[in-house]
Nanobody, 123 residues
Framework: VQLQASGGGSVQPGGSLRLSCVVSGRTFSAYDTCWSRQTATKEREFVAA????????VYSNSVKGRFTISRDKAKDTVFLQMNSLKLEDTAVYYC?????????????????WGQGTLVTVSS
């Protein structure tokens, strides 16, 4: 399974970015997807998840109301729309998928990871 994340870049506070993650090579028919992020000084943290069934996304409190996760099942692509970006959103963002039944907001449950895309928010 390969995950290709893209869309990172530099933006000023208050700006927006849209991340994409294309999933390929999967052998399972259903999977949950999440975005997480990591900085040099902090452990990787959960950001948002999109369950395969139900389509009810889950967000961390730090991004709720500002970020939106969505999915195009036909194209095996997951998006993260990030609005009202803050300085503290600066991080490498990773997409991941899992086919198991573990909680979608626990990143330890995810089996396959992309390479990460850097988001820098600075003035």
């Amino acid at each position: 399974v390969q995950l290709q994340a893209s869309g990172g870049g530099s933006v000023q506070p208050g700006g927006s970015l849209r991340l994409s993650c294309v999933v390929s090579g999967r052998t399972f028919s259903a999977y949950d997807t999440c975005w997480s992020r990591q900085t040099a000084t902090k452990e990787r943290e959960f950001v948002a998840a999109m369950p395969w069934r139900g389509d009810r996304p889950v967000y961390s409190n730090s991004v709720k109301g500002r970020f939106t996760i969505s999915r195009d099942k036909a194209k095996d692509t997951v998006f993260l729309q990030m609005n009202s970006l803050k300085l503290e959103d600066t991080a490498v963002y990773y997409c991941a998928v899992k086919s198991n039944s573990g909680s979608v907001d626990q990143i330890r449950n995810y089996e396959y990871w992309g390479q990460g895309t850097l988001v820098t928010v600075s003035s």
